[in-house]
């Protein structure tokens, strides 16, 4: 049973940058691509991006590209997302999720979720 455990979160003045880390196990994590969610206060989930199991693309949400960066490192079964400048808007607990093979936006498109990280951005 693959199991994610989301890790790096916490509290960032407006500019700063946060790296999340998403451990994997249960499961072969280069057959998994890894979907990033987050869920704003009051809010509900919305998708931030993936990064593929076959060739590390990446794809993004209705989200400030240049701002968030998905990485990959299938030796140490781990996926992360880097996030630069950050806005007070971007405050959310931040989920990863994994799917086998090519999945998308919708998060019923993923078989494993983690805990959730909290990042909370301040003005």
């Known amino acids: 049973q693959v199991h994610l455990v989301e890790s790096g979160g916490g509290l960032v003045q407006t500019g700063g940058s946060l790296r999340l880390s998403c451990a994997f196990s249960?499961?072969?994590?280069?057959?998994?691509?890894i979907g990033w969610f987050r869920q704003p206060p009051g809010k509900g989930r919305e998708f931030v991006g993936i990064?593929?199991?076959?060739?590390?693309?990446?794809y993004y949400g209705d989200i400030e590209k240049g701002r968030f960066i998905f990485d990959r490192d299938n030796a140490k079964s781990t996926a992360y997302l880097q996030m630069i400048s950050l806005k007070p808007e971007d405050t959310a607990v931040y989920f990863c999720?994994?799917?086998?093979?090519?999945?998308?936006?919708?998060?019923?498109?993923?078989?494993?979720w983690g805990q959730g990280t909290q990042v909370t951005v301040s003005s």
């Open positions: 999720a994994a799917a086998e093979g090519i999945s998308g936006a919708h998060d019923y498109e993923y078989a494993a």
């Open positions: 249960g499961g072969n994590f280069s057959l998994y691509s």
């Open positions: 990064i593929t199991w076959k060739d590390a693309a990446t």
